[in-house]
């Protein structure tokens, strides 16, 4: 993964992986590898947790890999927000690039013979893209991130003599462009990464070809949230996926391995009818449920306090005030308590009884009927529950705020924070624009 420990953005590789020796059940071959991505931080070292059991079918030449991923959560300093505040948060804009399960394919074209991607959409349709983008224009034979929208099961990359095909499981987690990929040219040759469930940045498209300026592009990595790297959102999430990964011969994948893809997203239903265990039939899904229900009956065994919510903020709105904040891990966790007092105009300090209210388990909170302008201090704990009775974590450090109408957003509200240099060449070109035009 990539991640700005410095100054710079810096690619995190994992380390060796560790491979358990292959067991068979049930006619299937298993085989467990874990690993960890090293991770230095503002705050020091932590690391990205790995784990990925192979499984191979009994009379198939594909695997199947179940993929488990633990991200660390670092601490969030910078605020994300919009000209709307109440959409305000805070993030850790550090996070760059998040590879997961990073497949580099031993496949190889050129820009007068390049690389061919296919794919099956929601339409049943199979289609292909040649990734031939340098003819077009040759500042364009990299590209660090490019995608395959709008695909259901499966994606596939060929060179035309072998390609390598990909396909997700929708009972786990799917996606409709769930592999981004990365291209890069060396020695003349084409080399794609195929990243599953991961998240690429970098440059955008040249459009130099058609005549362009450059200016769309700065406004827009300037202003487009979209634009941004995605590599925040994955700031202490877990995620598990499931991936068919298959080599095959030829360009386009063979049908029967389409059929194979195509069975592994939707796999076929499980109707019970009649079973000599009455209603104790469990399924994978109630052995997991079960399994959580006994971790966090476990977990309630600790009496320490509660974490703290994290990233707590609060956003100005008409009438009202919008907290925000993090939850913890903690099996503990039930709700919170929301409390907060008014701010005298004149001494600046906070006094008087608190307002209180208690919540259920979320990540924001509206406290409404405020009066514009008035100014209250806000405060934010955690409350759960364990065997010996109500734990409750740290107040959150007080923040203050104001009720007050969200600024309306104006043409002229895209320019604030822009460049002099970037305002100017806009001026230029527009009074270009102003007199070569018809």
Same mark, same amino acid.
Request: glycine letters at 6%; hydrophobic letters at 35%.
């Given at each position: 993964?990539?991640?700005?420990?410095?100054?710079?953005?810096?690619?995190?590789?994992?380390?060796?992986?560790?491979?358990?020796?292959?067991?068979?059940?049930?006619?299937?071959?298993?085989?467990?590898?874990?690993?960890?991505?090293?991770?230095?931080?503002?705050?020091?070292?932590?690391?990205?947790?790995?784990?990925?059991?192979?499984?191979?079918?009994?009379?198939?030449?594909?695997?199947?890999?179940?993929?488990?991923?633990?991200?660390?959560?670092?601490?969030?300093?910078?605020?994300?927000?919009?000209?709307?505040?109440?959409?305000?948060?805070?993030?850790?804009?550090?996070?760059?690039?998040?590879?997961?399960?990073?497949?580099?394919?031993?496949?190889?074209?050129?820009?007068?013979?390049?690389?061919?991607?296919?794919?099956?959409?929601?339409?049943?349709?199979?289609?292909?893209?040649?990734?031939?983008?340098?003819?077009?224009?040759?500042?364009?034979?990299?590209?660090?991130?490019?995608?395959?929208?709008?695909? &259901? !099961?499966?994606? $596939?990359? +060929?060179?035309?003599?072998? #390609?390598? /095909?990909? %396909?997700?499981? =929708?009972?786990?987690?799917?996606?409709?462009?769930?592999?981004?990929?990365?291209?890069?040219?060396?020695?003349?040759?084409?080399?794609?990464?195929?990243?599953?469930?991961?998240?690429?940045?970098?440059?955008?498209?040249?459009?130099?070809?058609?005549?362009?300026?450059?200016?769309?592009?700065?406004?827009?990595?300037?202003?487009?949230?979209?634009?941004?790297?995605?590599?925040?959102?994955?700031?202490?999430?877990?995620?598990?996926?499931?991936?068919?990964?298959?080599?095959?011969?030829?360009?386009?994948?063979?049908?029967?391995?389409?059929?194979?893809?195509?069975?592994?997203?939707?796999?076929?239903?499980?109707?019970?009818?009649?079973?000599?265990?009455?209603?104790?039939?469990?399924?994978?899904?109630?052995?997991?449920?079960?399994?959580? &229900? !006994?971790?966090? $009956?476990? +977990?309630?065994?600790?009496? #320490?306090? /509660?974490? %703290?919510?994290? =990233?707590?903020?609060?956003?100005?709105?008409?009438?009202?005030?919008?907290?925000?904040?993090?939850?913890?891990?903690?099996?503990?966790?039930?709700?919170?308590?929301?409390?907060?007092?008014?701010?005298?105009?004149?001494?600046?300090?906070?006094?008087?009884?608190?307002?209180?209210?208690?919540?259920?388990?979320?990540?924001?909170?509206?406290?409404?009927?405020?009066?514009?302008?008035?100014?209250?201090?806000?405060?934010?704990?955690?409350?759960?529950?364990?065997?010996?009775?109500?734990?409750?974590?740290?107040?959150?450090?007080?923040?203050?705020?104001?009720?007050?109408?969200?600024?309306?957003?104006?043409?002229?509200?895209?320019?604030?924070?822009?460049?002099?240099?970037?305002?100017?060449?806009?001026?230029?070109?527009?009074?270009?624009?102003?007199?070569?035009?018809?």
């Amino acid at each position: 993964m990539t991640y700005q420990s410095d100054e710079r953005p810096r690619r995190h590789e994992a380390l060796p992986w560790t491979l358990l020796p292959e067991r068979t059940s049930d006619g299937f071959a298993h085989r467990h590898a874990s690993t960890r991505i090293r991770l230095p931080t503002p705050d020091g070292e932590t690391g990205v947790e790995l784990r990925a059991d192979w499984r191979r079918p009994p009379g198939v030449t594909w695997l199947v890999a179940d993929v488990e991923v633990a991200y660390p959560y670092t601490e969030k300093r910078d605020l994300l927000h919009t000209h709307q505040q109440k959409l305000r948060r805070y993030v850790d804009m550090r996070w760059v690039e998040v590879a997961p399960f990073e497949l580099t394919p031993p496949l190889s074209g050129t820009r007068d013979d390049p690389l061919r991607v296919w794919k099956h959409n929601y339409l049943d349709v199979t289609s292909s893209f040649d990734l031939d983008y340098a003819r077009v224009n040759p500042n364009n034979a990299e590209l660090d991130a490019f995608n395959h929208q709008v695909t &259901a !099961a499966w994606v $596939a990359l +060929s060179d035309g003599e072998r #390609g390598l /095909l990909l %396909a997700q499981s =929708a009972d786990v987690r799917s996606s409709y462009a769930f592999a981004p990929m990365r291209l890069r040219e060396v020695d003349g040759r084409q080399e794609v990464r195929v990243n599953p469930f991961g998240s690429y940045h970098g440059r955008q498209l040249d459009y130099s070809h058609m005549g362009g300026t450059g200016l769309g592009a700065a406004w827009s990595s300037l202003r487009s949230s979209s634009l941004r790297p995605n590599g925040p959102s994955y700031n202490g999430a877990r995620e598990r996926f499931s991936l068919l990964v298959a080599d095959y011969s030829g360009d386009a994948p063979p049908e029967a391995l389409q059929a194979d893809a195509e069975a592994f997203f939707h796999p076929p239903a499980l109707l019970i009818l009649k079973s000599p265990f009455a209603d104790d039939v469990l399924l994978r899904r109630d052995l997991e449920m079960r399994f959580e &229900a !006994a971790r966090r $009956a476990g +977990s309630r065994s600790s009496s #320490g306090a /509660l974490p %703290a919510p994290r =990233a707590f903020l609060a956003n100005p709105s008409d009438g009202a005030v919008d907290l925000v904040w993090d939850e913890s891990e903690d099996p503990r966790l039930d709700g919170y308590e929301v409390v907060w007092r008014r701010v005298d105009p004149d001494s600046g300090v906070a006094s008087g009884a608190w307002s209180s209210v208690r919540i259920a388990r979320a990540r924001r909170h509206r406290v409404s009927g405020l009066p514009n302008g008035e100014t209250r201090v806000f405060r934010i704990r955690a409350l759960g529950r364990s065997v010996q009775g109500e734990v409750t974590s740290p107040w959150t450090p007080d923040i203050q705020a104001s009720a007050n109408p969200v600024p309306p957003v104006t043409i002229a509200s895209a320019t604030e924070g822009a460049p002099l240099s970037l305002l100017v060449r806009t001026f230029y070109y527009g009074l270009v624009h102003l007199f070569t035009t018809p």
